[in-house]
Structure formats: C-alpha cells, structure tokens
C-alpha cells in the first residue's frame, strides 16, 4: 500500500504532451495530479489546491521555472519542487537546486526515474511533518499543563491529544462551558500533520440560521440578496487544514444532513453553485451537552453523531480536578500581578478553602475572572472578603444532585434558563438511574433494558455521576 496515495501533484508544463504523460504516470501511483501550462495559473494552484510536490518546467515563456519556484516557496518553503530540464540546462537546474529545489530530472528521462523521486519527495517532506509534529506535541505537552494544570486527570487529557492528534480522525470534543475545549482543539491541530494548514474555528450557535449554509460552504454572486460577490466558506478556506464547529449541538437538522452528506463525499457546492468542490478538512466538534443523549432523543442526527465520534475527548470540570485549583489560582494571581503592578503575595487558609469549595460552574474561565477581581480589590493577600463566591457545597453548586429548583434560588439565580433546564435535566437523570438500579439489584444489563438505552450508554453513566449500590 502507498502511503503517499491521495497526495496531490502539481505539474507545470508549456507542452500538453509532457504534461499528460506526467499525469498519467502519478495518477498510476493513486496520486492525483493538477496542470498548468505556465507560471502564474501554477502559483494559483498552489494557493488553492495545496500540492504536495511540483513537477516543474525549467524553462517556460513569460514566468520561468526558477521564478515560479521562488514565489512558490514564499507560499510554502517547505514545498518539494523537482525541475524538468533539457540536457544543456542541467547547469541552471543545479543553481536551482542551490536555490532550494529538491532535485531535477534532465530530458530525456524514464518513466520509473520520474515516479522513484516524486514518492522519494513524498516520503521525506511526509518524515518531515511528523518530526515537526513530535516536536510541537512535546512543546504542546508543557503549554497545556500550563493551562491547565498538573493534575493526574491533566495528564491523561494531554496523552488523549497525543494519540488523536497526528491521526486524521474526526474528535467530539465534550465539556463544559468554559472548560477549554477550542484550547485541546488548537493543541489537537498544532500537534498534527495538518499544522501548516489553517486553524478555522465556527461558533455554530453564533450564526443565524439563513446564514449558517453560506457561512459553512460559501456562496456565488447574486446567489441571494445581498451576495454582491463570490464568498468562499469556512470548508474551503480550511483546506488542508481543521475546521472546528464549536457547540456543533446548535446546528439545525437541515444543516446537519449537509454536514453529513459534505464529510461522506468530501464534496461541497457553494450556494447558488453548480460545480462541485473537493474539500480536505479535518473536522473537531465541540459540545457542552451529552451528544451521545442527544442523538438517542433525536436532537441531533444519530449518523453524524457516529460519523463525528471517531475519538471522543472528555475534559474534566474543574472540580473534578481540584489539585488545579491552587495552580490555576496562583498563576491567574501572578498575571494579574504583573497586569496591574500589584504584589499580592498569595492566598489566605479560609480564602483558599473558599477556592477549594467552590463548584465552579464556569471552571477556568470563572476561576480566572474571580481571581483577577480579587487581586484587584486586595491587600498583600487575598482573603475570603475579596472573593465574590458562594458557600454552596461544590455538588450543589455544579449542578449535582442536591441542586435544583426545589431547592432555594441560590441554586439558580442568574442563569440563564437553558443552563437551569440543563441541571435538572441531570439530576432527574442520575436519579432514575439510581432508581432503576435499586430495583435491578445493581444488575446494569438489566437496568438499559428496562431504561430502553444501551449498555455502553447506562455504563458512562454510571461512571459520570459516580453512582454506587449496595450490594454491587
């Protein structure tokens, strides 16, 4: 099997002949090759189709090869241009080859010398990637425990971007808001062979829904009112590249079915177009529900859940992880510090314990916005007055089983309604869980029969609300 195959081949050649010839010779690999027959149509190409090796023509009327070959490493040094040359040009080819070419062919040439040094190219700049990748994960390595945290659940959030990032699988990244999912989705992309390409993030909940098609697959001219040009979308812009669809729950049904058609055929069409596109895109999605829950109720499309789900990354709220929190606390205090030329010199017992207790609802994100308040409003250390935060117990004020509407309105005030629909919703689950398992015996098989679900499904969670029966 070749593992160049699907690699794309720009050849620049003024003669047809030649071209097709050369054509026909890596299509016979599985390489897909794209023509142009002179200097600015082959630096259009590489712009738009990305290639990964160019057979190119030495020398061509108007643009020659060596010019061609220097503006096209501006788009991409690290590109592997091999010269086609007659015999008495091989000198120029050598002075090319000083100027960064990878190598040359002279004319005549045969036919398996041609194929030998374009996978040779293939293979190298392929080597080259993944070096460049180890090299990013391990600094990736360093940079997310900075965010994040030295905790074992860290840990094991660092080593699922690792296995994940240099595979071209689709990830479902889950958690909650303010956990730092487009974070992992950025380590995800820096650290894979697509890191050249762009990062694209999309707030699927941010767009309305008449714009959603557009914003995602672009548009023709005229195509509807007010598309007074051409507008790629987010697919062709990402080419080569991740496309990221943060809180990809939020996409209507109808979109959904042209997501799912689009990552099936890796086609797309533009509105109001007629010519179809090929798209390389790798795509992560986020999701601060249960898209697993969703796709059971209908609420999201069960066959793009399963074409999404390829590798499901989890990060862990923060208070799940509360060997963080003095970190995260102090390095947000250290920042801040610096913000506003303070010297707070840390946090005192109660004022930590506060941190500790907390339930963090926002995680990170809040924890960082209550620590830079409260630098602001303190002395040589934070005590409990600077910290604007509740005593509810962390499970209450997480949503956990003692919080709810029937509790008082400190369980709920200021949320919106959607985040309090969200609580209950699981409290109500855990519960029936809970229920239905008395009544099995513990028996968990039994129990997904009974509940119409699953068992991989009543087994994750178990495991999420951490539900213990006697006699298990």
Known sequence: ??????????IVDDEPELALTLARLVSREGLTPVLASDGPSALHLVRSEHPDVILLDFKMPGMDGMEVMRRAKRLDEDLPVILITAFAEVRGAVEAMRAGAYDYLAKPFNHQEVVRMVLRALGERDLKRRLEASSSLAHQDGSLREIFGPSPEVSRLIADIGRVAKANFSVVIQGETGSGKEVVARAIHAASLRAMGLF?????????????????????????TGADRQKPGTFEVARGGTLFLDEVSNLPLPSQA???????????????????????????????????????????????????????????????RKQDIPYLAQRFMDITNAELSKKVRGFSAPAMQVLLDHGWPGNVRQLRSAIRRAVLLAGEVVTESELDLDRRPATAAAGGPEAGLNGSNGDWAGLPLREIV?????????????????TTGGNKAKAARLLHIDYKTIHSKVKEYSIRIEGE
């Open 422 to 438: 969200k609580r209950n919703t699981r409290r109500l689950e855990r519960e029936v869980i809970e229920q239905v398992l008395r």
């Open 1 to 10: 099997m070749n593992p160049a195959k699907g690699s794309t081949i720009l």
């Open 200 to 224: 694209i993030p999309l707030d699927c909940g941010a767009i309305p829904e008449a714009l959603l098609e557009s914003e995602l697959f672009g548009h023709e001219r005229g195509a509807f």
């Open 258 to 320: 042209k997501l799912l058609r689009t990552l099936q055929e890796k086609v797309i069409c533009r509105v109001g177009g007629v010519r179809p596109i090929g798209v390389d895109v790798r795509l992560l999605a986020a999701c601060n529900d249960d898209l697993e829950r969703l796709s059971e109720s209908g609420a999201f499309r069960r066959d793009l859940y399963f074409r999404l789900n390829e590798f499901t990354i989890r990060i862990p709220p923060l208070r799940e």
